[in-house]
Each structure stands twice: as structure tokens, then as C-alpha cells.
Nanobody, 126 residues
């Protein structure tokens, strides 16, 4: 089994920064990539960023590219999401997810992920 736990959310002003953390534990050798998603009230879950433990794959959604940075600490099985220049439209619950094996071109689809964290709230006020 694999466990996923996020932390680091909070309430900030527009233009501020936050760093989210995602710790993946358990059979992590089965989960080569880790992704961040977000979900605002009444909205569908949206892909934010992805990283592989080998760093061979890193990708971002267009809405966060240039403002968010995904990184990792393999020794701690932790993936980070550095969020800069936050906007009110970034307000959402941010969730970390992983899956057994590679997802290829379907990495942006929430349905392909096997393991999810409980989420951490990010609120950005104007």
C-alpha cells in the first residue's frame, strides 16, 4: 500500500507565496511519478504539476506555468510545490496523487491515479 499526506496550505494575499509538501510512504517503488491537482468549490479536479522521482518528467498546467515549481527530495520521499505570485483564482484544495506505474499521456486525468492525499486548503485573497 501507499500513503500520501499533504501539508503547507494556508491563507495568503495575492502576490504571496506558499510551499506545499507531499510525503509518499509505503511501496513507493511502485509509484514512479507524483502529481499535484487542485479542486475549487463546484469545479472539476484540475491537474497542476507532475514530477517523476528520476526528474526525467516534469510538467505544468498552463495556468500555473512560470509561477509554480515542482521539486522533490528522494531521501525523504517528499514532493514540493512552490507557489509564487499567487492569485485569487488559485484558491482551491490542493491534492497530491500517485499511481502504480507510469500514466503516459493520461497523466492529466484524475481517474488514472490510485492513491490520493486528503488535500490541503489554499486560499488567496485579493
Amino acid at each position: 500500500q501507499v500513503q500520501v499526506v499533504e501539508s503547507g496550505g494556508g491563507s495568503v494575499q495575492a502576490g504571496d507565496s506558499l510551499r506545499l509538501s507531499c510525503v509518499v510512504s509505503g511501496r513507493t517503488f511502485q509509484t514512479p511519478t507524483v502529481s499535484w491537482f487542485r479542486q475549487a468549490p463546484g469545479m472539476e479536479r484540475e491537474f497542476v504539476a507532475l514530477i517523476s522521482w528520476t526528474s526525467a518528467s516534469i510538467s505544468y498546467s498552463d495556468s500555473v506555468k512560470g509561477r509554480f515549481t515542482i521539486s522533490k527530495d528522494n531521501a525523504k520521499n517528499t514532493v514540493f510545490l512552490q507557489m509564487d505570485s499567487l492569485k485569487p483564482e488559485d484558491t482551491a484544495v490542493y491534492l497530491c496523487a500517485t499511481r502504480r506505474g507510469y500514466s503516459g499521456s493520461n497523466a492529466y486525468l484524475p481517474s488514472v491515479y490510485d492513491y490520493w492525499g486528503q488535500g490541503t486548503q489554499v486560499t488567496v485573497s485579493s
